[in-house]
């Protein structure tokens, strides 16, 4: 097992007239973990996946996924095979009917795992006879990742897996990713839910405004990310400048307390904080909604 | 696989479309002849034949543009582009398998309805000769690639479920004001679908030997509007 990155992008843009819906792009993902890749909604993340998978042409930069280049086509092929992809609309042929979209899918891939289909048929209570266009929204998503999970690829790409689904469906599909990745298969997935990224991603990514704001992984934000709430018997306005050392993301005051949120070196901003005779110092650990708020609203 | 999808795509609008021609086609004939007997002369049953072949060119055009309308761009606005263009065949294949299919449920809503003709004709006591009918066959299957490939160019540059046929139908209207009168009239693709430049008033036949010639260029041009769909659709995003 070789540890080179499974998706990675260099200054990967896409512009749409005036537009840049991703802007100078370095991504990684590394093998065998799940990475979430959050955002707000038209954040660039599904313009992102779809320039991976050679939908769209990107405007600058370039990008690799499973080492094969994402601008040349006949790679594509190649990447596609070993690749299961759940878009964010999850439409699927509405003529169809849910075992004839299973049958034509099967045709194309080599890892296809009938018996897996039988399972989920009967885990999601599939109706096999039903055409496409009479389920709900819900039950398309599930026949969608149906199709994803019937094969064992290198790397399963899910945009926004988790919309249209009922809390059951959601911790179903939680559970099938924790377990697709301990078979072996390495997950990237769009959200902007936070409290399931919070529960299985390894690695944190967010895109804002098209922009990598932070790629990290949820232990390193477990451990190093720290909000430090500091009050001074008086807080003059230079004393602020004392603060902003390496690893301090944002600095607010109010009155005689002084906000700090510092992605490292929490220790030197307490320290800091005792020198200049701080009256109480308050250290919490940050979690991701608080980070992603926080990343959203500095950018 | 990819042909399976293409079939249950255009399966319905297929078979409405086979039907509907061969039921219109085959009343005309039908009618036409019962008028005409017992009294008329030969002719009179070929113009009826010709009659039917006209009204199955009109019935042709639209039922193949209409069958044309679909590919990644309808994909894209139904919302099944993702899933389509995940799957490891290339746009091209994508794009050929539907030409294909295109090509042969044209041919077939040629074939079927002047079978029909052919059989009603003879039922009611008229035959009209093979060669008339191949005649007839070639002009409408051969001439009408051109149709065809504008269907298939529009369906590849313009977005929507019902713009694309409006635009389509549109540009056939057009084709057909424009080129249907005057100087212009020797290339127009109705007239020649038609058989209009070798049909015989006293006869009621057609005559003169097959424009394999002109039945090639209309396949050529067919072909190169399908090869500029390919291409806008290889570059395009989705």
Known sequence: MTNAPVIETNGLGKSYGKTNAVRDLDLTVGPDRITAFLGLNGAGKSTTIRMLLGMVKPSGGSGAVLGKSIGDPAAGLDVRRQVAYVSEDKRLYAYMTVEQMIRFTSSFYLDWRADVVKTLLKQYDLPPGQKIRSLSKGMRTKVALLLAFARRPELLILDEPSEGLDPVGIEDLLQALVAQCAEGTTVFFSSHQIAEVERVADQVCILHHGRLVLDASVDDIRQSYRQIDIVFPSLPAELQVQFQLAGVENIRTRGHQMNVFASRNADAVVERARDLHASSIEVTPVGLRDIFLQKVKEN | MLWYKSWLETRSRFMISLLGSVALCSFYVYHWD????????????????????????????LTVTLLTMGGLLRE?????????????????????????VGVLQAMALVIFPWSAMFLIGGLTGKTHSMYQAFFHIVLLAGGGIVFFGVAFLISSLVEGEYTAPIVSFGILLVVGVVLGNGSLRGYSP?????GADYFDRTTGLLIGPIPWMHIVVSILLGALFVAISAKAIQTRDF
């Open chain 2, 190 to 194: 109705w007239d020649f679908i038609a």
């Open chain 2, 76 to 100: 894209r606005a139904a919302g099944t582009a993702p899933f389509t263009l995940a799957l490891p065949v290339s746009r091209m294949r994508l794009m050929a398998t539907r030409v294909s």
């Open chain 2, 34 to 61: 019962k008028e005409a007997m017992p009294y008329t002369k030969p002719e009179y049953y070929y113009y009826g034949l010709h009659g039917g072949h006209s009204l199955l060119c009109v019935l042709w055009v």
